[in-house]
């Protein structure tokens, strides 16, 4: 397993048409998703679907539990995009949801043996979610099973099933990036994702000898000068 950052001017992979369609729809309260398609070296668009608008509730929001509470209940009017299942697919986190990676985003990976790359595309960058085997059940379930025991009785009872247990662990450390209250202009926004990295892949991913890496590039200087002056437009209108 590895982690990485890319501070590099060197997001050369994707088409000018996904740039072009990544400048408007990042500042959608929409989340896009779809598939990808790779020719010559390069990532294009080849499908897009929608979901609804994306809604949250700041009074309901709360870290003691480290749920996010969106919507009127948890889990409602969150905005997903549902994917279907393809060998390159993406999503969008937009302007005005988390520039983090969720455990469900880390999951679909995971447990899709056809997906091969996922993308999040976000307003200061992207994850590159990448699967290199075929999950083995049987030894994650061992795993899992061994860490299951040491819980505590309300631990035991927030995992519905064991196999489910990476991802709880990995909810457990979203407190670190303070769901909502980092926003994507933060200007500490790269070392609270390194730090997050460093937990998930470190903590939970190596851990649990899950079957994917997990990298964050940012965008180059000329993609992000485009996105802010969008930025500024969107914000006046």
């Not at 990485?4 to 896009?32: A, S, V």
């Not at 309901?60 to 009127?72: C, I, L, P, Q």
């Not at 997903?80 to 679909?108: A, L």
Request: hydrophobic share 30%.
């Amino acid at each position: 397993m590895y982690k990485r950052i890319k501070e590099d001017n060197n997001n050369n992979i994707f088409t000018q048409k996904l740039y072009n369609f990544l400048n408007i729809k990042l500042f959608n309260k929409k989340e896009y998703c779809g598939k990808l398609v790779k020719k010559n070296n390069k990532y294009d668009i080849d499908e897009v679907l929608k979901g609804p608008d994306f809604y949250v509730d700041y009074k309901k929001y709360t870290t003691s539990n480290y749920e996010t509470y969106v919507g009127d209940k948890i889990d409602e009017n969150r905005g997903n995009c549902n994917m279907n299942i393809y060998k390159y697919v993406w999503h969008t986190h937009s302007y005005y949801h988390s520039p983090f990676i969720s455990s469900s985003d880390i999951g679909f990976t995971c447990f899709n043996e056809k997906i091969q790359k996922h993308f999040v595309f976000t307003y200061v960058g992207y994850w590159e979610i990448s699967r290199f085997s075929d999950l083995n059940l049987d030894k994650l379930y061992k795993i899992c099973l061994d860490v299951y025991k040491k819980f505590d009785e309300n631990e035991k009872q927030n995992i519905k099933n064991i196999l489910d247990l990476p991802f709880y662990e990995i909810n457990k450390y979203y407190h670190i990036r303070q769901y909502y209250k980092i926003n994507n202009n933060d200007k500490n926004i790269y070392n609270y994702i390194k730090l997050f990295l460093n937990e998930i892949v470190n903590v939970v991913i190596t851990h649990f000898n899950l079957n994917i890496t997990i990298e964050f590039k940012k965008w180059d200087d000329f993609f992000i000068n485009l996105l802010k002056k969008k930025e500024i437009r969107h914000q006046v209108t």
